[in-house]
């Protein structure tokens, strides 16, 4: 049984792991597996979880959840979130999705405007929009080539957004 409050969770190998931690919450959680894990049932991390190298898969069914208190380290473009990504927030502090696509780390911020309490779920696209043309006023144009979802799925708070874009 895993104890929240301490330890980390280390996930070493050199063939992809299905990750099933029980429903249970975990403190920290690491992966070091180039050929990455993925998540066959929804895993809550109260702390921090650390990218070194390969990439966590997750769907909307088994999805990674940051606690109010956990955040992200080191994401990169050979470690993050393939899929969704959610995050409960209780606080005005910024959260960095750790989100991408494949060899792609492509992350996107949020930053509720106050503190009530609010779960955000973010997801990166490496395909077109399906209306890359409806602009809203406040838009001044829209990707041919990737989109984030960024939904609120529980909580009131609006917040700002904050996407990412590279050269490719």
């Known amino acids: ?47 921090e979880v650390q990218f070194n190298i390969g990439d966590f898969i997750t769907t909307n069914d088994s999805v990674l959840i940051f606690e109010t208190t956990a955040t992200s380290a080191d ?14 927030f209780d606080s005005n502090t910024e959260f960095i999705y750790p989100t991408g696509h494949g060899s792609s780390y492509n992350p996107v911020a ?4 106050g503190a009530s309490a609010t779960v955000m779920r973010a997801t990166y696209f490496w395909n077109p929009p399906l209306s890359p043309t409806l602009l809203e006023p406040q838009l001044k144009s829209i990707s041919t080539v990737e989109e984030w979802d960024l939904t609120r799925l529980s909580g009131t708070e609006d917040g700002n957004v904050t996407l990412s874009w590279d050269a490719d």
């Open 75 to 88: 994401p990169v473009d050979d470690s993050h979130v393939n899929g969704p990504v959610v995050k409960n």
């Open 110 to 113: 949020f930053e509720p405007q």
């Open 1 to 47: 049984d895993l104890v929240a409050g301490n330890g980390l969770l280390e996930l070493t190998g050199s063939t992809s792991q299905n990750l099933d931690f029980g429903g249970d919450d975990l403190f920290n959680l690491e992966i070091v597996n180039a050929a990455g894990g993925v998540f066959i049932r929804t895993a809550k991390v109260n702390n």
